[in-house]
């Protein structure tokens, strides 16, 4: 009969019916069983090595001569905050491309992620920072997540084709745009200009100081609340809403989004 052996397994105790099945093949069935069961695990394990972003090495950069913050990311995150000692501290994490329904990285993107270095250049007060990756590598579609901190009296001018953009305690304005994405203002005054495709925008500012406020959504909601009352001329446009609002300051404020909603809170605490 072959090399195999031949194996009995009992199928019913009750009524004595066997099955004599070669030993090799049941165990073949064994195998397969468990792999059936280890695949799922294994694919698991290899998306969530996927997920982990790699950390760039942080920069700390010298602040003198740095009046704006100027950033332009693809996809990502971008957070920026105060910094305590008046310094640019500079932190940057990036995540690599995936192929096949996002399970796997592809060798070139990986390759850009792995030597990629952070870069810098201060022109007449602009400080502009960016990614360097290797030549012949991947880097459409790498997710870079930025942590920058300067000094509060910096101003910012950001865009992000697809992400977020997150801006704390920064008081020399922001100027922005987003494509898909959402922006999360919370700073204590300064001129604010920031425009979205599809997404939202929702800022708090602490200061009354605002001459011309105007707020849109084409398709969508925009909301203004003044010490947390409602406040403004609302128009309505089809699907959409305007709204317009005016102080005695000197700063202006205009958020508009193309689809989505706007929403503002100014506070004097």
Not at 36 to 54: D, G, N, T
Not at 157 to 183: C, K
Not at 223 to 247: F, I, P, W
Request: glycine fraction near 10%; charge should be neutral.
């Amino acid at each position: 009969m072959s090399a195999c052996v031949l194996f009995v397994k009992r199928l019913r105790r009750s009524t004595g019916q066997v099955m004599i099945v070669p030993h090799c093949a049941y165990y073949r069935r064994i195998r397969m069983r468990r792999m059936v069961v280890l695949l799922p695990l294994l694919l698991l394990a290899a998306c969530s090595v996927q997920e982990q972003e790699i950390s760039i090495p942080a920069q700390v950069l010298p602040a003198a001569g740095v009046a704006r913050l100027n950033l332009d990311v693809n996809v990502g995150r971008v957070s920026v905050t105060p910094s305590t000692d008046g310094q640019v501290h500079v932190a940057l994490s990036l995540k690599p491309s995936t192929s096949f329904f996002g399970m796997f990285t592809s060798g070139t993107s990986l390759a850009a992620v792995q030597h990629a270095v952070i870069t810098h250049s201060l022109d007449n007060g602009v400080l502009t920072l960016g990614v360097q990756y290797p030549a012949h590598t991947d880097s459409s579609n790498i997710s870079e997540h930025w942590n920058v901190a300067l000094p509060a009296a910096a101003a910012i001018t950001g865009h992000v084709n697809v992400g977020d953009l997150n801006i704390s305690g920064i008081a020399g304005g922001v100027d922005a745009d987003l494509n898909v994405g959402a922006v999360h203002l919370d700073v204590p005054g300064g001129p604010l200009k920031v425009s979205a495709n599809v997404g939202k925008i929702q800022a708090t500012v602490h200061s009354l100081d605002y001459a011309d406020i105007a707020l849109g959504a084409g398709v969508g909601e925009a909301g203004l609340t003044v010490e947390g009352v409602s406040a403004g001329d609302m128009h309505k446009t089809g699907a959409g809403q305007n709204l317009s609002y005016r102080l005695n300051g000197s700063n202006s404020i205009n958020l508009q989004v193309t689809t989505g909603s706007v929403k503002l809170a100014l506070l004097t605490h």
